[in-house]
């Protein structure tokens, strides 16, 4: 897991009145709203005696813990300290580690890291969304999976141009046809800091849900469109266009909650039988595809993406995957990975906390900063190296 990126911390409609619990990167978090409406997100452990700030309530513009009534605001800073009376000067080092948040496409993000603004990856963007809503033309569903399986594996499975054939009959041919291959040459790619991705052109049957079908007004076999990728550490879009006509638009924010459990957030967005009576079966045949790739992650093995690429067999069709391994190892070289063994071996004596930018330039944290793994020595080079191989198969 890393730190220094955008997760998703859950709906909009997740966050009313009351304080709310969330676990993300392996540690705990409160999100609360102030009298602004503004989302909020603290580390979820009260500096002075360890207490669950979520299990607190919210005053005002605080968070109150529930153990002695000490509350802080939305920046983390302590405003009182009941004990010590109204009177008192609250010391500087009284805060909690502080995150920055943004509400997007109905759902709440937050910046688990340190790192300047200008410096960060940008939350995905999503040009068929706007800031009231899906655009014009457009409508959206919101669906959200909590599963069992590490979550580099999901956003692999999702840049994974091989697997739709068997893992999803509704997607090809489950292998019978005989001239099957993916055309991994004629892929158009997308690469960036943050990006990798592709464009393709694929056969595919019709659509199996009637409505859906008959909106595309396709009965039978055709090419279609479709395009593929990650955007930072995790967050993944697809495009499926079932005739040129047609446009799904998924976009999918997952969010570790620990190493071998993640918290799917599930963004569709569609052109067509746009009336909201057609949610339910849109939402419906996307849980239909996402339980056939769950269902194959379970039994994934290893749990964890190896930290080897020649841990398993590649091909060209796994160019998007070395790629990927490729960027985690260099976000790796930044110093960005928590030392999840470390964390594990010392959960019963220390409370760690994701640090916030606020400790740059500040000390006196009362909570230790996470620990983070070293650079791996010649790590980069080697996914390089295997990248090439890939590239040339």
């Known amino acids: ?31 609360f709203r102030d009298t602004a409406g503004t989302v ?8 002075h005696r360890g207490a669950s700030l979520s299990a607190g309530k919210v005053k005002g513009d605080c968070i109150q813990c529930p153990y002695h009534g000490w509350q802080f605001d939305g920046e983390g800073a302590c405003r009182k300290i009941p004990s010590l009376g109204s009177q008192a000067r ?14 997007k496409y109905g759902l709440i993000f937050a910046f688990l890291g340190d790192i300047p603004e200008a410096e960060r990856c940008p939350i995905l963007p999503i040009p068929e ?28 499975n999702g840049i994974d141009a091989a697997h739709n054939e068997f893992v999803h009959p509704t997607h090809g041919f489950s292998g019978n046809r005989p001239d099957y291959r993916v055309r991994h040459e004629a892929w158009r790619w997308v690469e960036d800091e943050w990006t990798t991705g592709f464009f393709s052109r694929n056969i595919a049957p019709p659509l199996p849900e009637k409505k859906m079908r008959e909106a595309s007004g396709r009965e039978g076999n055709a090419i279609i469109d479709a395009g593929t990728g990650h955007h930072g550490i995790s967050m993944l879009w697809t495009y499926i266009h079932p005739t040129p006509e047609m446009k799904i638009h ?47 992650l379970h039994d994934v093995r290893p749990v ?43 959960h019963k004596r220390v409370v760690y906390a994701i640090p916030c930018p606020a400790r740059r330039g500040t000390k006196g944290w009362v909570l230790d900063a996470v620990p983070l793994r070293p650079a791996a020595v010649g790590a980069a080079s080697a996914a390089t190296g295997h990248l090439g191989e890939v590239g040339r198969a």
């Open 1 to 31: 897991m890393f730190i220094n990126f955008w997760y998703t911390a859950g709906r909009s409609t997740d966050v009313g009145d009351e304080p709310v619990r969330r676990r993300m990167l392996g540690l705990d978090f409160v999100l």
């Open 40 to 47: 909020h997100c603290l580390a979820d452990t009260c500096i």
């Open 90 to 103: 609250i010391p500087a080092r009284a805060r909690v580690d502080a995150y920055p948040t943004v509400e």
């Open 129 to 156: 969304y706007g800031p009231e809503g899906p655009m014009p033309g457009w409508a959206a569903t919101i669906q959200h999976f909590d599963w069992n399986f590490d979550y580099k594996r999901s956003i692999e």
């Open 250 to 296: 998924q976009y999918l924010f997952e969010t570790p909650v620990d190493a071998s459990h993640t918290s799917l957030y599930l963004l569709n967005l569609r052109n067509f039988l746009p009336e909201a009576e057609h949610d339910d079966r849109m939402m419906g045949r996307n849980e239909y595809v996402a339980t056939q790739d769950r269902d194959i």
């Open 304 to 346: 964890l993406t190896p930290e080897k690429n020649t841990a398993e067999f590649f091909t060209p069709s796994d160019k998007p995957i070395a790629m990927y391994r490729e960027k985690l190892k260099r976000w790796e070289q930044r110093g960005w990975r928590i030392d999840v063994d470390a964390v594990e071996r010392d």
